[in-house]
């Protein structure tokens, strides 16, 4: 008899981690909802808006049915962290590593007066992000732009103290490094130990006058610093048309944000587009607040977001994109804050070609090509040496758009502005420093546009692989 090959393999025991994944999205979701119920209220307004898109536009229906993209709607999240030390970050990315996630790009918010630097945990294969795409902004403070000396001190020396990680998530880290896996009930235990780390403590770990200090400093110093852990601070669900959730939010008690970010509402959506309701007020207890009665604080930072996504630009299309976007906040320093911000958008945009066509065709945008299923049925002759423009125009293959993945710096920032509560504007000597934050890391970030340059060319080769196998 031969062996039996599943029996055998210790990795047949070991839960895929796209599973691992999904169900720590799930678990997030459950705690953020309990923790912050105005999230949940987001959910049913996002599950409705999505259930009009789809039945208003049955073409988009199709094509995200065909492309899987139907499925993981439902599921799809981004949530956002930040964290003090660079022990924290790097011991984050082996955290996000057991579920699949690795670091992509590099985001510098300093340009808009935002302390951090930031990366996106998500999955990088196609396979993965059809499964579940669940990404995790995450940010890094930088103390180092912390102007007073002492208070800088102060914070590195309160971060140094605290623990965000359990022992047994630490331990769960580093077996399924070593095993290479982890079974299903380990993955469970995994999911409820990394939980710890991102859930909400309303006791901060430090006294009042400490926390006004570092409010004052800035006020995403003051939520870094002073609390157990990086609390989510947001999750996002996907909308199908943000302008519609946009306009229902408040007639569902929620304060939204007065402009949504990113590109204008267009036809071909591009990018990334988010608005979120803006974070609450809530009771924290600062360690003196039993000797000091006037301490009984507060604290604003957790919110609830919603984003549209639409298709991920090539270099050149994000050239433009930024160009377009630095012609109309460059016109004056309030940003997305001015009156008629959303008109001047959608005047300046007028110039992004908005069909697909265009957009492939002036390599803007990434698409995904395949047989169509007319050429499928009966692979043609002497289609293998066209163009694939010429075997779209004669409808043997079509491109479907690569959906945006990653997220925006200035609309990042104007996220992080308008949910830190506050009217003032910190002015940062900006740079970036994507070396610094690498080496905190532990590793470098991928680029995420050689993600989808790949995609897309895979593609291309599969389709052409196809018809060239059909001529021989
Ligand atoms: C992160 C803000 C960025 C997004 O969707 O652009 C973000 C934060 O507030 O920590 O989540
Ligand atoms: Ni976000």
Redesign the pocket.
């Known amino acids: 008899m031969s062996a039996m090959p599943h029996a055998s393999s210790s990795a047949a025991r070991f839960v895929s981690v796209d599973e691992i994944r999904t169900r720590f999205s799930r678990a997030m979701s459950e705690m953020y909802r309990k923790e912050v119920p105005q999230y949940g209220t987001l959910i049913d307004l996002v599950a409705d808006v999505n259930a009009v898109a789809l039945q208003a536009d049955p073409e988009l229906r199709q094509r995200m049915g065909k492309s899987g993209e139907l499925e993981r709607l439902d599921v799809e999240r981004?949530g956002?962290?930040?964290v003090g030390t660079a022990e924290e970050l790097a011991t984050l990315r082996r955290l996000f590593a057991v579920m699949g996630m690795e670091p992509v790009g590099y985001y510098d918010l300093s340009v808009a007066g935002v302390p951090v630097h930031?990366t996106a945990f998500r999955p990088v294969h196609d396979e993965a992000l059809l499964a579940n795409p669940f990404r995790v902004?995450t940010?890094l403070l930088r103390l180092e732009l912390i102007a007073d000396e002492a208070l800088r001190a102060q914070a590195a020396e309160i971060l140094q103290r605290r623990r965000i990680f359990t022992p047994r998530a630490l331990e769960l880290i580093a077996q399924a490094e070593r095993d290479g896996g982890l079974d299903s009930s380990d993955a469970d235990a995994f999911v409820q130990q990394a939980l710890e780390t991102f859930r909400w403590h309303s006791d901060a770990t430090v006294d009042a006058a400490t926390y006004n200090a570092l409010q004052k400093a800035h006020r995403l110093v003051a939520d870094v610093v002073c609390f157990k852990g990086p609390h989510i601070?947001?999750l996002?669900p996907r909308t199908l048309d943000i302008d519609l959730a946009q306009a229902d939010m408040p007639t569902r008690g929620m304060d939204a944000k007065d402009v949504v970010e990113g590109p204008p509402q267009r036809a071909c959506p591009i990018l990334l587009r988010?608005t979120s309701f803006k974070a609450l007020k809530e009771a924290v207890r600062f360690t003196d607040a039993d000797a000091n009665a006037d301490s009984a604080g507060a604290h604003t930072a957790r919110f609830g977001?919603i984003?549209q996504r639409g298709v991920a630009l090539t270099r050149k299309g994000r050239a433009l994109y930024d160009e377009l976007l630095g012609l109309v906040r460059g016109i004056d320093s309030a940003g997305s804050a001015a009156p008629d911000y959303a008109h001047r958008l959608q005047q300046v945009f007028t110039q992004f070609p908005d069909t697909h066509e265009q957009l492939r065709r002036q390599g803007l945008a990434f698409y995904r090509y395949r047989l169509t299923e007319h050429a499928q049925a009966q692979l043609p002759q002497g289609a293998a040496e066209a163009d694939l423009e010429a075997l779209i125009t004669r409808g043997l293959v079509q491109a479907e758009p690569i959906t945006y993945e990653d997220?925006?710096p200035v609309?990042?920032a104007g996220?992080?502005q308008s949910?830190l509560g506050g009217e003032e504007q910190k002015q940062y000597q900006a740079h970036a420093a994507q070396q610094v934050f690498e080496s905190a890391l532990g590793a470098s970030v991928h680029d995420e546009i050689a993600l989808y340059e790949a995609s897309e060319q895979q593609s291309r080769a599969q389709v052409l692989g196809m018809l060239a196998g059909a001529a021989a």
Do not use: D, K, M, P
């Open positions: 981004h956002a962290i930040r930031s902004f940010s601070n947001h996002t988010q977001e984003e997220f925006l609309s990042a996220i992080f949910n």
